[in-house]
DNA sequence: TATGTATGTCGTAAACATACGTCATAGTAT
DNA sequence: ATACTATGACGTATGTTTACGACATACATA
């Protein structure tokens, strides 16, 4: 009866675990590029082709608080590292996690091919 | 006094709009693929390679509801077409949409690359 | 040591996403 | 015509994300 309570209530917004590894990797991945402010500090740190020592709020539409969220966010799936240097943090992207991400998503963009409807239908 | 109101209520989660177009463009396509439910829904439209005349959720541990709110959020942002067959309607993706999707992402996931802290930290 | 500057943390309000039950609708078949 | 079946539409509860202000912390420098 407990158990039950439990389970029921763990039920919404965690189905996702009832899916393949592969699929909640890939979701994993999508939602953290699924704001345009994380692809934007993703594309600034790549820009600048070094650590950003410095409030990357400046050249973004958000205070800096949300930024750090973004980038708290980031930090924490791994795609980009942060050291502290003195006063300031030095972000800057993971090329090796970020490359095996793009594999991921990429396999699965390709595995999309569908020849619809052959015979079936008109779409 | 009323105006100020209204933007400062539209401005959370509305900041989105202050990011380029291809930004926001990428994000929504992140976005659409940040739910394991709709990987496997595309994966499975791809597999079939034909047309899904019944019900998807048979295949998912989900209800029919929320396979077709999933469903509903493919096919309003193009990338599944669904046309009514008599009792049924049949989905399938619509190739050129998600091809050009595909480029967009792997053209963003292809830019992220950065080489980092050449000189200032040690990340 | 005090002061300034840069960052992280906490709390919170509002918007959005997820999941599902229930009802309405529309075609199929008896 | 009536019952059956498959789907869409609506409403709603709950969880998550976004955005930001306010406070705490930590280092550099005067």
Redesign the interface.
Same mark, same amino acid.
Request: net charge positive.
């Given at each position: 009866m407990f158990t039950t309570y439990i389970v029921l209530t763990l039920m919404t917004y965690t189905?996702?675990l009832?899916?393949?590894q592969e699929?909640?990797e890939? @979701?994993r991945i &999508?939602? #953290?590029?699924?704001?345009? @402010?994380?692809? &934007?500090i #993703?594309?600034h740190?790549?820009?600048?082709?070094?650590?950003i020592?410095g409030d990357i709020s400046k050249v973004l539409?958000?205070s800096r608080t949300?930024v750090s969220q973004h980038l708290q966010e980031l930090k924490s799936a791994g795609l980009i590292?942060?050291?502290i240097?003195g006063l300031t943090v030095?972000y800057?992207?993971d090329?090796e996690v970020?490359d095996e991400a793009?594999k991921v998503?990429?396999q699965?963009?390709?595995?999309?091919?569908?020849?619809?409807?052959?015979?079936?239908?008109?779409?």
């Open positions: 189905k996702a009832a899916f393949s699929q909640q890939v @979701a &999508a939602k #953290l590029l699924s704001h345009p @402010a994380r692809i &934007a #993703l594309e740190l790549a820009e600048t082709k070094s650590c020592s539409p958000l949300t590292k942060g050291e240097e030095c800057c992207i090329q970020f793009r998503m990429e699965l963009l390709h595995r999309i091919k569908s020849v619809c409807c052959s015979d079936q239908c008109d779409c």
